[in-house]
């Protein structure tokens, strides 16, 4: 961090605690300073206990977690995977590395998730083509649930397997049950700036204890069981160090605080941005779901006020406080250009409106006095 950054606020940056410091030393007193050891099947262990998954597998990244996820549903070259356009760049790439072409579906208005019905006509096209994608990326978008029963239903009726993209929502819950354990994948990330990190890393699991077997084998570059170097498949080096995995017991001790002081960040400024004109906050969660608040979102209505999302994120940067557009629909990204899509005028619209506000866990009440009377005198 440069020296006038010291009172910059960021978005989401890491908030490590004290425990962190102590496996990352046992692990290099141990000398298991490698891809393999004791934080990393603590890490995995952990990762089960919170999730209720039965097994878990971690890696260098999240994205690296959905290319073995989509390989093991099958992925492959010519095929189509389901996507959502309102998302990260990371949960589609994958189905590119594959070779298989993603068709990109609208979200809804309240959680900003895949819209099922959309899917729906997006599935019923498909068929009539007599053609049925490989495999359904399902996204919680900043931590919000989509709304799992009607999605998975949908999925269900056309034979279509879901991968959860929970990268963003670890912590969340759906009718009780954490989210990433609804899909026949999951996938989490623990980036710098996501809400518990090991400064780069992610994690898939799944109940298929050969699925999780294979993901492991795949990870270590798919090594056959002889003496010498012998590779019948294509392997990749994505497992995570034990010094990371170190760091991520040390987080994941946190989880439920993190999530509760996120959640609080979203009310409190709820209730000191209430009386901006035209300013909203956003998604909502669905019947029976409960998010960590990853970010802080908010939409400006052009209805109520003239100040664009762009005006007030260049205001905030004149107080040294970073925000962020939402994310920019793939379907408009260059490098998807030509891909099918359905729908698109919910997403795109919450584009052009919404703005993400700091939100890390480690953020004091003054902190978010800065932001609110910043936010308040952009208006
Ligand atoms: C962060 C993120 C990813 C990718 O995770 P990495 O660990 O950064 O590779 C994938 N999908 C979504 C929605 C994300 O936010």
Not at 178 to 197: C, D
């Amino acid at each position: 961090m440069r020296s006038q950054d010291y009172d910059r606020l960021y978005l989401s940056p890491p908030h490590l605690g004290r425990h962190e410091l102590n496996y990352l030393h046992k692990a290099i007193e141990d000398n298991w300073v490698a891809p393999a050891g004791p934080n990393l099947d603590g890490f995995e262990r952990d990762i089960c206990e919170f999730t209720g998954a039965r097994h878990c597998v971690a890696l260098t990244s999240g994205t690296a977690a959905i290319h073995l996820g989509l390989r093991l549903l099958g992925v492959g070259p010519g095929d189509e995977v389901m996507c959502p356009s309102f998302t990260f760049v990371a949960t589609a790439n994958p189905i590119a590395y594959l070779g298989a072409t993603p068709v990109f579906v609208d979200s809804e208005a309240d959680t900003w998730n895949l819209c099922p019905e959309r899917l729906r006509e997006a599935l019923q096209a498909r068929q009539q083509q007599g053609r049925r994608p490989k495999a359904l990326i399902l996204v919680h978008l900043y931590g919000m649930p989509a709304r799992l029963r009607e999605v998975l239903a949908v999925a269900e009726e056309f034979g279509v397997p879901v991968l959860e993209d929970a990268a963003e929502a670890l912590g969340s819950r759906y009718e009780g049950r954490p989210l990433g354990t609804f899909g026949a994948v999951g996938v989490f990330s623990f980036n710098g700036n996501k809400i518990l990190t090991t400064s780069g890393g992610g994690a898939l699991v799944t109940d298929n204890p050969q699925w999780a077997q294979k993901a492991r084998f795949w990870a270590t570059q798919a090594k056959d069981p002889a003496p010498y170097y012998q590779h019948s498949e294509l392997g990749y080096n994505y497992r995570l160090s034990n010094l990371l995995a170190g760091i991520g017991r040390g987080q994941m001790e946190l989880l439920e605080d993190r999530v509760k002081r996120r959640r609080a960040i979203y009310t409190w400024y709820q209730e000191h941005l209430r009386d901006v004109p035209g300013l909203r906050f956003g998604p909502a969660e669905p019947a029976g779901g409960h998010a960590n608040r990853w970010l802080t979102t908010i939409l400006l209505d052009p209805a109520e006020t003239t100040v664009t999302p762009e005006q007030l994120r260049q205001h905030l940067e004149t107080h040294n406080i970073e925000s962020r557009p939402l994310w920019k629909p793939l379907h408009l990204q260059p490098l998807f250009a030509g891909a099918p899509m359905f729908g698109g005028e919910v997403c795109a619209a919450l584009f052009a409106r919404g703005l993400c506000l700091p939100s890390g866990s480690a953020m004091t009440d003054s902190d978010l006095y800065r932001v609110a009377s910043a936010v308040t005198g952009a208006f």
